[in-house]
């Protein structure tokens, strides 16, 4: 299984001659593995510019990226390769299907891997599985699926290429609380199933409190916070200061402590503020 | 990236041509380029690049963004200055070799050429650095509007030019997109034969049709749902209003013509 690495990596857009913006800027990382790392920021912090740089769509203006210690920029082959072996799901994939039936949408990118015929129906069907589609829905037009289906099918695409790392932009956007429920435990099942690393855009500090091992948060194109998710949530102050989001229990013992109860503002998860509840008002806490 | 492609050019300003009423300066590009094709000789022509000059002055439009507009037809433009330059047999020959003549007159002919075409797109080019896509439209609207007369649908062509200049940058980011996505899926777009290539496009297109239809239905029930009805009884948010600035620049103009017709009746020859 790969493990990526990111060195001092810019990324500058604009033309010649044109006012240039700087949507990444010196960011360094690396990604053991089989973790799951969430990416967290405000729109426009440079994260969708990052993430495009893992399986090179975008070519750095400085700094390298490194897969299992190679440099995927260093020629077209590697570059390639990186393609098959890290595989990006942009945010609404849907609007990427084109194939008359979905079996054929699912194909198009283990075809482009030029796999045997037998190689690829294994990994289209795996893929469907993966993603809860059924048989019957295979040999149907992607434009006659519903929305929910439809970013199935089109995550199913990705994942057949059974990449070993997978990063996703934002899987769960516009979907509505059952679809994202679906979307999550696919991606948490696939890590589990296959050991992949799993890298995760979002903008719900709850999916990423619950779902990965590790967190980084952008800021202006900058690495604000970037560790386990303890590490992270631990900061919450900070969080707020972004602008960002946390997680509704750490908002709550915030504001608690704002109020200037002695408590604890490291907690993310609704069993660490239960307990953390218990340890303040429950029996014997005061005695 | 294909990002990068210019469309629609316009610069904010607030130089004397982007005050100007957009009708006036439609029109009055339209009266340059004809007047620039009448131009015979050199004097003529001459007026019309210093009028050119001042007109980019004016406009405050910088020197290098308006040459970066011209490299597109840099191709065309010597493509005819050559054409020019060996097909002109009249003159005096200053050198033979082969099919090749070079002749005085041919040389004078070239560079004629190549200063015409040049300052004919630098003054389009003008215009729509100093005009608005939408000002553009409304100001072509309002200039074919005695076609209504002959029931040509001049506000919906009108409007369907604003849409199509609206959508054009949308697209353009879409067609982005959809390329990320399926380079992500190993989609080879930039390797292979004609066949090849032309199979490539068709993981971009049909998302891209797919989406532009979207947008579409989008669009027209967004505007149904405001009660748009076509341009019977419609009001403009910025009327058009032609001021002194106007008046000033069409008396000039009217100069300008006359000052051609001069030129050329005075010096008869080419140079």
Redesign the interface.
């Given at each position: 299984m790969a493990e990526l690495e990111v060195r001092s990596l810019t990324h500058r857009y604009?033309?010649k001659?044109?006012p240039q913006v700087t949507a990444v800027k010196d960011v360094s990382l690396r990604v053991q593995a089989g973790e799951l790392l969430g990416v967290i920021g405000h729109t426009g912090s440079g994260k969708s510019t990052l993430i495009?740089h893992f399986?090179g769509?975008l070519t750095p203006t400085s700094g390298e990226v490194l897969l299992d210690g190679e440099n995927i920029f260093r020629d077209k082959q590697a570059t390639?390769a990186a393609?098959?072996r890290v595989?990006?799901?942009?945010q609404y994939?849907e609007?990427?299907?084109?194939e008359e039936t979905v079996y054929k949408d699912i194909a198009?990118?283990p075809r482009?891997?030029q796999l045997p015929q037998d190689e690829i129906d294994r990994r289209v069907r795996r893929a469907a599985q993966f993603v809860e589609l059924p048989d019957a829905l295979l040999e149907k037009s992607p434009?006659d699926l519903s929305g929910g289906e439809k970013r199935r099918a089109a995550i199913a695409?990705?994942l057949a290429?059974e990449p070993e790392i997978l990063v996703l932009d934002e899987p769960t956007a516009g979907l509505d609380p059952k679809g994202r429920e679906t979307i999550l435990s696919l991606v948490a099942d696939y890590r589990r199933q296959t050991g992949s690393t799993v890298i995760l855009v979002s903008h719900s500090m709850e999916d990423i409190a619950r779902l990965a091992t590790k967190a980084l948060v952008m800021n202006r194109g900058e690495v604000a916070l970037y560790g386990t998710v303890d590490e992270v949530f631990s900061q919450g102050e900070r969080l707020v200061a972004m602008g960002l989001d946390v997680p509704a229990v750490t908002r709550i013992f915030l504001s608690l402590r704002e109020r200037g109860l002695p408590v604890r503002t490291d907690v993310y998860t609704l069993e660490q503020g239960a307990a953390e509840y218990l340890r303040l008002f429950g029996k014997g806490a005061r005695a | 990236m294909i990002r990068?492609v210019a469309i629609g050019q316009y610069l904010p300003g607030h130089s004397f041509l982007h005050k100007m009423d957009a009708r006036v300066k439609i029109v009055c590009t339209l009266a340059f380029i004809i007047a620039i094709f009448l131009c015979k000789n050199f004097w003529s022509l001459g007026l019309m690049v210093f009028a050119a000059l001042v007109m980019t002055l004016l406009s405050r439009v910088p020197f290098?963004q308006l040459l970066?507009s011209l490299r597109p037809v840099a191709f065309i433009l010597l493509f005819t200055a050559i054409l020019n330059l060996f097909y002109t047999k009249a003159g005096n020959v200053l050198w033979h070799w082969k099919i090749f003549t070079l002749t005085d007159r041919g040389i004078y002919t070239a560079v004629f050429m190549a200063v015409r075409i040049l300052s004919l797109i630098s003054v389009s080019a003008l215009l729509t650095f100093t005009t608005t896509p939408t000002a553009l439209t409304d100001g072509i609207e309002k200039l074919l509007s005695p076609l209504k007369l002959v029931k040509v649908p001049v506000h919906s062509l009108a409007m369907m030019m604003t849409l199509a200049l609206r959508f054009i940058p949308t697209l353009i980011e879409e067609i982005d997109?959809?390329m990320?996505?399926?380079?992500?899926?190993?989609?080879?777009l930039e390797t292979g034969g004609f066949i090849r290539r032309a199979k490539a496009l068709?993981?971009i297109l049909?998302?891209l049709f797919?989406?532009a239809f979207r947008r579409a239905y989008d669009l027209a029930y967004a505007m149904e749902c405001r009660c748009y009805r076509g341009g019977e009884g419609r009001t403009r948010m910025k009327q058009m209003r032609m001021g002194v600035r106007d008046g000033v620049a069409i008396a000039l103009f009217a100069a300008l013509t006359a000052g051609i017709f001069l030129l050329n009746h005075f010096f008869a020859h080419l140079i």
């Open positions: 604009g033309a001659h044109m495009q399986n769509l390639r393609r098959f595989g990006l799901c942009f994939p609007y990427q299907l084109f198009f990118g482009n891997m434009f695409g990705v290429m | 990068d290098g970066r997109r959809i990320s996505a399926q380079k992500a899926r190993g989609a080879d068709l993981p049909i998302p797919v989406s």
